[in-house]
């Protein structure tokens, strides 16, 4: 069996990690937000800015080949990581919610028509829910969801039951960012193409923890961002095949994405670039190609094994609070998510109050408000655990939540 983090060490390479907030040691339980960045991925981003920063593609100097190079490599380190076919199929973006506005706009009005099906989940974040929403309405089509089961997981059965031979785009998470529910991809890929369609997954919390192959999971496009997998904000990919990608017309004009401009027309970049308008995220880009490799460095086997240790530890402590409700699936059948609240305390008192004890917890509806409604919850608290993360967080939040409790459950 793989070792587990040396996270002692892990946590010198993150300095944010190394403060004292409100008094308290910092436990960062936030990271499905956005997750903190080593120094590796400082440096090398501080690298590009003080030695070689310039644009991309366009100049034959010195320090325009070197920001070439470095931009190209880092397309090139993505495409390994995900074990996509082509260095075509990687689009970069800001995010996975630019990734995801692609393929409904491209793609999805394209191929969309009134009466066509398109299917989601009601776990999703409003990433994969809006643009979605917006497509059927623009194209008169219909919107439907496969049921969850009570635990917030999603049958095979209902999977085939909701997906049929109308449906044109199915689009879902790969793991919950809410329930920390891990759907099978590669199962509902086969149905989707089964009934002709295609699929679109939101990879956003899948990418920061686990090994990822696009050629096995035969998915048609695969969207996630930079800033949660230790990586720099402002920078997403986005992965689609090459044959759907070649027929797909960019939704951004302007520098780079042509080839040819006249008066009166104009005609596009080959892929890549024709999906990369305007000068490109080229420093995001070098920052996230570090970071993959920090992540590749540690293992993905040991990744797991740390995160899935974490995470029934606190399962554990957070079950034995009474008053405490724990949403989504079994302890053995989550990612590193945890997502509660406290019986008669809102969820944002409950991470004002921990913030206090140095705990950082998110609290809201974490852009998944169609979940909510399914929870009948108007919001709730969540911690979710990293590479970084210790049982020494954890043990530092539960005792934090249990003085809440005690706080809240005062008579005055």
């Known amino acids: 069996m793989t070792e587990l983090l040396n996270v002692n060490e892990i946590i010198k390479d993150f300095p944010i990690l190394n403060q004292q907030v409100n008094g308290n040691r910092l436990a960062y339980l936030d990271s499905t937000a956005t997750s903190q960045t080593p120094v590796q991925v400082i440096d090398a981003i501080d690298d590009y800015y003080k030695r070689y920063n310039s644009n991309v593609h366009r100049g034959v100097h010195t320090l325009g080949s070197l920001a070439t190079d470095g931009y190209e490599s880092a397309r090139e380190t993505v495409r390994r990581f995900i074990n996509a ?145 230790l990586g720099p904000t402002g920078i997403g990919v986005l992965y689609g095949k090459r044959r759907l990608l070649k027929n797909m017309e960019p939704i951004e004009f302007g520098g780079d994405m042509i080839d040819f401009v006249g008066k009166y027309d104009a005609s596009w970049a080959d892929l890549p670039t024709k999906f990369e308008a305007g000068t490109p995220l080229i420093a995001q880009a070098i920052g996230l190609a570090e970071a993959i490799k920090y992540l590749e460095s540690l293992g993905f086997d040991a990744i797991h094994q740390h995160e899935t240790m974490l995470t029934q530890y606190a399962y554990d402590k957070m079950s034995e609070i009474e008053g405490i409700e724990i949403y989504g699936p079994s302890k053995e059948r989550r990612a590193g998510v945890i997502t509660f609240n406290m019986t008669d305390v809102h969820a944002h008192d409950v991470a004002t109050a921990v913030d206090t004890e140095g705990v950082a917890v998110r609290a809201g509806h974490h852009c998944a408000q169609p979940l909510m409604k399914w929870l009948n919850q108007s919001s709730t608290a969540r911690a979710s655990f990293y590479i970084y993360n210790t049982k020494e967080d954890i043990d530092q939040m539960v005792e934090a939540l249990k003085q809440t409790k005690e706080f809240f459950s005062y008579e005055f």
């Open 85 to 229: 076919k082509y260095f075509e199929e990687i689009i970069f973006t800001r995010g996975t919610t630019a990734s995801i506005n692609i393929v409904a706009h491209s793609y999805g009005d394209a191929h969309i028509s009134e009466g066509d099906e398109i299917v989601v989940t009601e776990m999703e974040h409003h990433a994969n829910i809006v643009p979605w929403q917006q497509l059927a309405k623009r194209k008169n089509a219909e919107l439907k969801f496969i049921p969850m089961t009570e635990d917030g997981e999603l049958n095979i059965e209902d999977v085939k039951a909701t997906i049929n031979d109308n449906t044109k785009i199915v689009a879902i998470t790969h793991v919950s960012n809410v329930l920390g529910t891990v759907n099978d991809i590669k199962a509902i890929t086969e149905v989707a193409h089964a009934h002709g369609a295609i699929i679109s997954v939101d990879g956003a919390q899948a990418a920061p923890h686990m090994d990822l192959d696009m050629q096995d999971l035969d998915v048609d496009f695969y969207s996630f961002s930079g800033h949660k997998m």
